[in-house]
């Protein structure tokens, strides 16, 4: 088998379910390990959290190959809800709205708006960092809605709103966000 | 009242919903009174459920999953030109329901006084569990996947140093983690930077042409007056459900729906602009909000998303939920019950005169919404503590939140077991403390009746299946 078609297989069977688990297994690992550095009192319970933790990721993350009946068990919803009454009549009257439920893994890391939304907030607090919250902010909704192709008049009342906000957080929290790394309000560092 | 105004109007906004509306604003309380912050809380929450009703009315889209039902009869009601018949018995029957129910809860409160004294360490941690384990029934997503999610809510609750030591755990030498990790910052970033992701994949704004909303005030009135049995079995129905952790009104108004048709006549044409089937929805979804309080006051296990954010709130304020609030704190639990009361009335008055009047709210693009709460958000969680950590937190809670909806995982869970965290481990260390050779839990007749109610429910899948195949192949 050649390496691309390992990598393919490979990336066929880890989607945003399993990034998640091995990620949320890998905490509780590394806690639970962590616990046995602490005296009895303290490690107990992140112990018994963790152990819990470890089984219901492995579990979930090896479901397909478990025996049917703890497949069944793992894999079934047991929401007391009658689903069916639920789901239809929604999707019935309303339509489905959401188009990324059954995206493919490939998908999750294109230029869908969620993965925009989620880069540029990242952006934002980076630059908050750097730069101070309150200056940051005004760009970082221009930068979001520009990228959602909204009108300039729009753009430009939703940034300044926005600055007026992050102001107002400032003097009613009474918090330094008009200051990063690199910017001490009014002077570069 | 800026708390009702503003939860009818987030509510009003299909995507956005009582939970976000809380959590954003929940930071803000913070320079407010315990009393008065947690009074904002409530009426954001009432306000939005009967908000979601008018976008359920208006543009067969629920502003809230609480509203869903509503959208059944209350937009074909719309589409025959009753539009206003339809919001104003929306209005009547979420402001009878939220009332009724609150009217009920002050005449129990001397018996949850007696049933909450009963319980002490072991049973405040296995009513934890308990609400947790039934969480996972009444959410979607399987069972293993709502206690995972349970469990690690639970686990990042070891962040910093525990109630009982003064050893710090997992801090890595950083001052800044000694205090943990923040349920307000969980509570943010699952249930508005998460939802904010969501939304913005799913784009735009839901009515794409102009809602006529024509018919009559008066006459949606008397629907409901014509109505008394269904208005005050789904005002009981709301109640009941939302005494149930993990319910919450997005279960009550199908349930009170599908029991409205159970007793009408075949021909009552449900689906078709039945003024029943709006009252059935929205009587229980206001009625849901006072039976959630018992659950989230008596013993600190929320109700519903909203409810976690209110006992966040109150942890916040230094209010503990539990025998103080029915006794030392009465006065804090009597300001509650009396502020939903009296917010009813308003949501009477409001929704008649004013948010009838209000559909062009319906139609705000939420592309405009979500930068704006994204920046609520990162500025309420720097605004906690004043540090980067919680940022970060906000964030990758945010993102965690997102795919953990999105593979119907269960959030409610997630955020539960931090918001409860402490108090779990705080309760089970004391009861191995009080145990002797026979764990303390085997001892107490209360904590064996919990222990079998958590057993029950997380086996009753299991015996259910066996059940099913068993009669199947007889």
Known sequence: ?189 | MFGLVFGTVIGMIPGLGPNLGMAVVLPLTVQIEGIAAILLLVSIYSGAMYGGSVAAILINAPGTAAAAATTFDGYPMSRKGRARDALSISAISSAFGGAFTIVILIFLSPVLVFIVLLFGSPEYFLIAVLGLALITIVSEGSMVKGLTAGSFGLLLTSIGLPVMTAEPRYTFGYFTLYNGISFVVALIGVFAIGEMVKLANEQGVIAQSDVEVEGSLRSGAKEVLKNPVTTIKSALIGGLIGAIPGAGASISNFISYGEAMRASDAEDGFGEGNPKGVIASEAANNGTVSGSLIPTLSFGIPGSGSMAVLLGGLLMHGIRPGPDLFTTNLYVTQSIFLALLVGNLVILVAGLLLFTRAGIITRIDTTYIIPIVICFAVLGSYGLRNNWFDVISVFAFGVLGYYMSKHDYSIIALVLGIVLGTIVEENLYRSMQLSGEVPVFLTRPLSMLLIVAILVILLGPVIKNRWGGQKGTT
């Open chain 1, 1 to 189: 088998m050649t390496l691309t078609n390992r990598l393919s297989r490979v990336s066929d069977r880890v989607g945003s379910e399993q990034i998640m688990l091995l990620a949320m297994l890998s905490i509780a690992v590394y806690m639970f390990i962590g616990s046995y550095s602490f005296s009895w009192a303290a490690a107990f319970f992140p112990r018994i959290m963790a152990s819990a933790t470890v089984l219901g990721v492995l579990l979930l993350l090896f479901r397909n190959y478990l025996p049917a009946a703890l497949k069944q068990y793992v894999s079934t919803s047991v929401s007391i809800v009658n689903e069916d009454v639920r789901t239809e009549q929604i999707e019935e009257q309303v339509g489905d709205r959401s188009d990324e439920t059954d995206q493919t893994p490939e998908m999750i890391w294109g230029s869908s708006p969620g993965f925009v939304t989620v880069l540029l907030m990242g952006a934002y607090i980076f630059g908050s960092y750097l730069v101070g919250m309150l200056w940051v902010t005004p760009f970082f909704v221009a930068a979001y809605l520009l990228w959602f192709e909204v009108r300039w008049l729009y753009v430009a009342i939703l940034s300044a709103f926005s600055f007026g906000l992050a102001y107002t957080f400032m003097r009613l929290l009474l918090i330094d966000i008009d200051s990063g790394l690199l910017f001490d309000g009014g002077m570069l560092l």
